[in-house]
């Protein structure tokens, strides 16, 4: 467990770089060039690697040698490319100041789900692997709380260049934690049961065969659809009751909501991972659409916060199924494709607030909802498992075998892999 704390700092340390990249790098911009829009596309750049290089980066890591220097390159690179672009934004031709925002966006899928694939290697399987992954969890949701907050205050105490110096350090932290990290050394024979070693598709590959990865990950993708468009709705919300400048409370509330659900409820291990993601999403678009209808920021941050509270074991959930069922060859591609299509819907949902801006924000909310709440219907649905067929009878009418509706063999446990 030693070495899985140090794990917990690295991983802290990335995301709290990750998660305050893209504030700071539209502050930078503002900061010197006065327009938003060329912070905008600069994140634009940053961002859209992480969905590309997803299946490339888990291939590399499934058939590397060297997964130290793979994990420890991303996350200096990642490191780099943020203070590279401290001193560059508004300094240096743009042309240069994109390809140095795609170059460090190019890392990202290893920051996120690159890193979360190293726990089964840190954690023998078990309770203690499930509670593991709540720890894990909860890194994401604490960088989310900290992150806003350190680079608002370092902006405002000294520039946005000294905000995107913090997240450089952060990266560099975690880049030298990851190398004291022990790696297990991936064998590519271990793949997808039927399929060639794990080249670019066999993460995919795993992804729609499975059929408990394709129902976590459908689900989840849907519900971000939703979820990417909460930041906005935040603000609008906050604006028609009154308080223009309360959008960001509301999200802080639904951060810290999720940071003591994961803590809290995401460390509950006696219940099957699919359960646990089904009732966290019907809990948040309980609570989402119940927000729709506050008569006060006061109240809405209540129920944002008891959505986030709700939302917490989402991630946790998702990431014991990954571990679960995902081939040892293809995990790390399972696990950065999830987080690759997971901020590609979030994207796409803040794409599509942008056109429905104008409507009401509590209809907004309310379309989050069902969103979110069809999210879980979906995984419901998905996750079902078919019906068995009655064995045929054996000769002379002898039991050859336990008969339907006797309990199952847990020696007999099927290996994931099937459908």
Known sequence: ?????????????????????????????????????????????????????????????????R?????????????????????????????????VALLGGSCGPMVTGGMSSLVAALVPAGAGRDRAYAWDASTYNAAAVTAPAVVGLAAALGSAASAMAVLALAGALAAALAATLPYETPRPDRAVPG???????????????????????????????????????????????????????????????????????????????????????????????????????????????VAGVCDGPLLTATLRIRSEYAPDAVRTQVFTLGAGLKLTAASLGAALVGFAAASPPRVLLGGISVLVLAAALLHALMARKAPKAPAPAPAGGAAAGPSEGSAPDPARRRKPGGP
């Open 67 to 99: 997964p130290r220097l793979l994990h420890v390159g991303a996350l200096a690179g990642f490191g780099c490319a943020v203070a590279a672009l401290s001193v560059l934004l508004g300094r240096a031709p743009a042309p240069l100041v994109l390809v």
């Open 195 to 305: 399929s060639a070693p794990a080249g670019l598709g066999a993460g995919l590959s795993a992804l729609w065969q499975i059929r408990e990865l394709r129902a976590i990950t459908s689900a989840t993708t849907l519900a971000f659809v939703g979820i990417g468009t909460l930041t906005t709705t935040s603000v609008l919300l906050a604006s028609r009751l009154g308080s223009p400048g309360a959008g960001g409370v509301l999200m802080t509330a639904f951060a810290v909501g999720a940071l003591a659900g994961s803590l809290t409820l995401g460390r509950i291990t006696a219940v099957e991972p699919g359960v646990l993601a089904r009732w966290a999403m019907a809990g948040t678009g309980v609570a989402l659409a119940a927000a729709a209808f506050a008569p006060s920021v006061a109240v809405a941050a209540v129920l944002f916060t």
């Open 1 to 65: 467990m030693h070495a899985f704390g140090r794990y917990l700092a690295a991983a802290l340390a990335a995301r709290f770089a990750s998660e305050g990249t893209s504030l700071a790098l539209v502050l930078l911009a503002l900061e010197r060039t006065g327009s938003a829009a060329h912070g905008a596309f600069v994140l634009t750049a940053w961002l859209a690697p992480h969905v590309l290089a997803a299946p490339l980066a888990g291939a590399v890591a499934a058939r590397t040698r």
